[in-house]
């Protein structure tokens, strides 16, 4: 269990998912944690109040990602909720969903994913590091869709492909500054994300069959993995990405 008592943290998408079990185990491990939402207020509260209920301290951000503005929107929140203590942690979590095969992508569609999904976390940790101490850690959420070809999730592949990039650059630019810049990369996960899918019978049943660990994954299982990374036990862990799948299509 890593330490983070005095330590403060940024989660985006932090409403629902693995957002809310990261920004729930950050907290739990004592950083004051800002859990950052676009649009649904009642479930970001809800993750606020289910740290607090736990003996934790948090505060709720509004900023819709992929606009105009976004990242103002976002780091005036953060201000607030911080006056003025430093920034610790920066986990880049928040993306829009697959958007489909290639023949149904709009343009529209794509120039939003990236907006999302590549260009707030870039802009977003180049926002964050002035604010950041030293030591501290930035970790963004990729997926296995970059390693495992499935023609649905071809634009939302590149985007996680361009975060993976991301980290392994940024981590050589920031280690002067004991900076870590690491990337995980769940497989899938029970989330609203992909709840509908995995309403269709047998589906859950199918993609366990795929993990070497035989189910799929649980926020919590990624929340776990992120906990080590932002922890003093993960210092000496950077420009990586972490498959954190239970094992997905191992061969
Ligand atoms: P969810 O759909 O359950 O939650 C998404 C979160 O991101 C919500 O807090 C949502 O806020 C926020 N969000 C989404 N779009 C925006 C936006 N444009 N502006 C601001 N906030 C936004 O997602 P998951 O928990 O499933 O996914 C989290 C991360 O994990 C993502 O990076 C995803 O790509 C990745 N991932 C997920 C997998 C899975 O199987 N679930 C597999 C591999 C990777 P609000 O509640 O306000 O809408």
Do not use: C, H
């Given at each position: 269990m890593?330490?983070?008592?005095?330590?403060t943290?940024l989660?985006t998408g932090a409403?629902?998912?693995?957002?809310?079990?990261v920004?729930?185990?950050l907290?739990?491990d004592g950083?004051?944690?800002a859990v950052h939402?676009g649009?649904?207020e009642?479930a970001?509260?809800d993750?606020v109040?289910a740290?607090?209920?736990?003996g934790?301290?948090?505060?709720?951000i509004?900023?819709?990602?992929?606009?105009?503005?976004?990242?103002?929107?976002?780091?005036a929140?953060?201000g607030?909720?911080?006056?003025?203590q430093?920034?610790?942690?920066l986990?880049?979590?928040?993306?829009g969903?697959?958007?489909g095969?290639?023949?149904?992508t709009?343009?529209?569609?794509?120039?939003?994913l990236?907006a999302?999904?590549?260009?707030a976390p870039f802009?977003?940790?180049q926002?964050a590091l002035?604010?950041?101490r030293?030591?501290?850690?930035v970790?963004t959420?990729?997926?296995?869709s970059?390693?495992?070809?499935?023609?649905f999730?071809?634009?939302?592949?590149?985007?996680?492909?361009?975060?993976?990039?991301m980290?392994?650059?940024?981590?050589?630019?920031?280690g002067e500054?004991?900076i870590t810049?690491?990337?995980?990369?769940?497989?899938?996960t029970?989330?609203?994300l992909?709840a509908?899918?995995?309403?269709d019978?047998g589906?859950?049943e199918f993609?366990?069959?795929?993990t070497?660990?035989n189910?799929?994954?649980?926020p919590?299982?990624?929340?776990?993995a992120?906990?080590f990374?932002?922890s003093?036990?993960?210092?000496?862990v950077?420009?990586h990405?972490?498959d954190v799948s239970g094992g997905?299509?191992?061969?």
């Open positions: 890593g330490d983070l008592t005095g330590k943290a989660v409403s629902r998912g693995i957002g809310r079990a920004a729930q185990r907290a739990a950083a004051l944690t939402y649009v649904n009642a970001a509260n993750t109040a740290i607090e209920k736990a934790g301290r948090a505060f709720p509004r900023a819709e990602l992929g606009v105009d503005g976004d990242v103002d929107t976002l780091f929140g953060l607030e909720g911080l006056s003025g430093p920034l610790d942690i986990v880049n979590n928040a993306a969903p697959p958007a095969p290639i023949e149904e709009t343009p529209e569609g794509f120039d939003r990236f999302v999904n590549v260009k802009f977003i940790i926002r002035p604010l950041m030293d030591g501290g850690r970790i959420v990729s997926s296995t970059t390693r495992v070809a499935t023609p999730q071809t634009s939302y592949a590149m985007t996680k492909g361009a975060v993976e990039t980290g392994f650059t940024l981590a050589n630019a920031l500054r004991g810049v690491n990337t995980v990369m769940p497989g899938a029970l989330t609203d992909n509908a899918l995995f309403e019978l589906v859950e993609i366990s069959g795929l070497a660990l189910r799929v994954g649980l919590a299982d990624i929340a776990d992120v906990a990374l932002a003093d036990d993960g210092r000496w950077t420009g990405v972490l997905m299509y191992l061969g």
